[in-house]
């Protein structure tokens, strides 16, 4: 019986302490349109990546991968740069295939707001008095910042003006508290059986 509700008392904790880590997230998360810092790594017109792209990278694996396929076609392979992802993460904007130099993309701004992270991206064209070479290029821009588990919202202002959103998910804190409650839980069924079981069978 006194095993019984050790085991009680610790699952109520753990219950406990998930929901006020759920709490403290929402909270955290929370802000009134604030400006976040951050930090341009690289950025040119050679990529592996021939399509548009917006990723949100947050661990080192996907970051090597990233990385893998954007230096693809270099002729010399630089080590991806170092980045602590205990706390940061890297936004990463591909803007396509382009038929000559002069295009560009950039990060103009990042702002917290709504309970979201707002990236503000604009794309350029070649300035009409530029000389452009007839080379195809794929340009791109990589930025760190501040890690968060924020949605992420990209308002993309493309070449003739016009703007487009692209939104990335935010990491799903409330499934994940619920899913740990039903794990929990099965565990306390089951382990609450097994006392019963090896208490009858101690009783015959």
């Keep these: 019986m006194r095993r019984k509700n050790e085991l ?17 997230i929402k909270r955290s998360q929370a802000s009134e349109n604030q400006d976040l810092e951050f930090e341009v790594i690289d950025w040119g017109d050679q990529s592996g990546y021939a399509e548009e792209r917006y990723i949100v990278v947050k661990n080192e694996t996907e970051w090597a991968r990233v990385w893998e396929k954007h230096t693809a076609p270099h002729t010399s392979i630089t080590p991806y740069p170092e980045i602590a992802f205990s706390k940061n993460m890297v936004i990463c904007v591909f803007m396509g295939k382009r038929p000559t130099t ?36 794929y340009p791109y821009v990589f930025a760190s910042l501040e890690r968060t588990d ?55």
Excluded: Q
């Design 8 to 24: 009680c008392f610790a699952v109520f904790l753990a219950l406990s302490l998930l929901s006020t880590i759920s709490l403290i």
């Design 102 to 137: 002069g295009y560009s993309v950039s990060i103009e701004r990042i702002w917290s707001e709504d309970e979201r992270v707002h990236v503000e991206i604009a794309r350029s064209d070649p300035p009409e008095n530029l000389v452009v070479c007839p080379v195809i290029t």
């Design 150 to 204: 924020s949605g992420i919202i990209f308002t993309i202002t493309e070449e003739n003006g016009s703007i487009n959103k692209v939104t990335i998910p935010e990491f799903p804190v409330m499934t994940f508290t619920l899913i740990a409650f039903i794990v929990l839980s099965a565990a306390i069924v089951a382990l609450t059986r097994g006392t019963r079981r090896n208490h009858h069978n101690f009783m015959k």
